[in-house]
């Protein structure tokens, strides 16, 4: 007769990813607060990778004491009207109306709401044609924002992030009085930083990032990061002694609904393969796109070994694990509608990655050859 009581509709889609961190964030703290970073970081990177935005300059700031994190573009700006629609309602996104050839980190309109709902505070300043808006949110509730109309003496143009996680909810805040949200966050400023240099390589070339991290004694620690190479100097980073110089390709196919790039070589001194990835500018643990990518390394060189080196009647075989060891490699794909297994982005598992990443491999393989 009471069952009905047990059955709980959440009061705001806020509270529900406050209630669910894991499912929108991965995680909650240490981990989670870097997903959150990297929510809003990327959103500066896809304005900057969009040929209609002037973006080709971010600027962070991190304070490892406090957790404040500072995010700022010069791109195209949030549109005034808009700004609370875009950081407090779910499933809102320009990223639904999709341009072929033009790729974004973005898919489901969720991810900087959900920085945005776990945040305890959540300003967002937005510069455009010389006029400035600043609208605060309060632990995301949107119903709450404080919009200002501020002065643009600099005539700025773009759009600057400022948000601190939530540890646990206030103790006047109702049902969810005192809740853990994400818990104690205490991300050193390195981190942070390793991060950045992690995704930069995914950027134009040519795109800068500045970053300043304050460590626990309120130290600044500044960086003047640069593109200048792409994924070459993220595999230059992670190879001692090649074997032979890096082969790099990459190819979009010609309807722009997906796109590789890829860049690997074989290391002297370590047989450890190592396969960074990215989908949309996100790094990976695994998917369909590293899938692609083997299967077309191992039936290329399988081919090959058998073709020139091997009789019908040898005793030989060769293996994937002969293939893979002292691989060194960045895979990185783009895809119109990127499929991720989950709001942290770890996997992407588009079904036709595999065979466009796959016959990618064996054409430049057997054109290098």
């Known amino acids: 007769k009471n069952y009905g009581k047990q059955i709980k509709t959440m009061g705001s889609y806020q509270e529900a990813v406050r209630h669910t961190v894991g499912q929108y964030l991965g995680y909650t703290g240490n981990r989670g607060f870097l997903n959150m970073f990297r929510e809003i970081f990327q959103n500066s990177a896809d304005e900057l990778m969009k040929d209609s935005s002037p973006c080709d300059e971010i600027w962070v700031a991190y304070n490892e004491v406090t957790a404040e994190t500072m995010v700022k573009d010069n791109g195209r700006g949030i549109p005034f009207d808009d700004i609370i629609r875009v950081f407090g309602k779910e499933h809102t996104s320009s990223n639904y109306i999709k341009t072929p050839g033009e790729f974004s980190s973005g898919r489901h309109g969720v991810g900087s709401k959900a920085v945005n709902a776990c945040s305890e505070f959540f300003i967002v300043d937005s510069y455009i044609l010389g006029e400035h808006r600043r609208v605060t949110f309060r632990y995301g509730d949107p119903k709450t924002a404080k919009t200002e109309v501020l002065d643009n003496k600099?005539?700025?143009?773009?759009?600057?992030?400022?948000?601190?996680?939530?540890?646990?909810?206030?103790?006047?805040y109702g049902h969810e009085s005192g809740k853990v949200v994400m818990g104690k966050v205490h991300v050193q400023w390195q981190e942070v930083l390793a991060l950045i240099q992690q995704l930069l390589p995914l950027l134009k070339v040519g795109a800068k990032v500045n970053f300043i991290g304050f460590d626990e004694d309120g130290k600044p620690h500044q960086f003047h990061l640069v593109n200048k190479n792409g994924l070459m100097d993220g595999l230059n980073e992670m190879v001692s002694s090649p074997v032979i110089s890096p082969i790099h390709f990459s190819k979009m196919r010609e309807d722009g609904r997906m796109k590789a790039e890829i860049v690997f070589t074989y290391d002297f001194k370590s047989s450890e393969e190592v396969i960074k990835s990215f989908g949309n500018f996100c790094p990976t643990r695994d998917g369909s796109h590293v899938k692609g990518f083997i299967d077309g390394l191992t039936k290329y060189f399988k081919d090959y070994m058998n073709k020139f080196f091997l009789s019908a009647n040898s005793k030989l075989n060769i293996t994937i694990s002969d293939v893979r060891s002292g691989l060194k490699a960045i895979v990185s794909v783009a895809h119109l509608e990127p499929e991720f297994t989950g709001q942290a982005k770890e996997n992407i598992s588009n079904?036709?990655?595999?065979?466009?990443?796959?016959?990618l491999t064996i054409s430049a393989l057997e054109e290098w050859a």
């Open 351 to 359: 079904a036709d990655l595999i065979p466009f990443v796959k016959q």
């Open 154 to 172: 600099d005539n700025y143009q773009g759009t600057i992030i400022t948000f601190k996680p939530i540890d646990r909810m206030p103790s006047n």
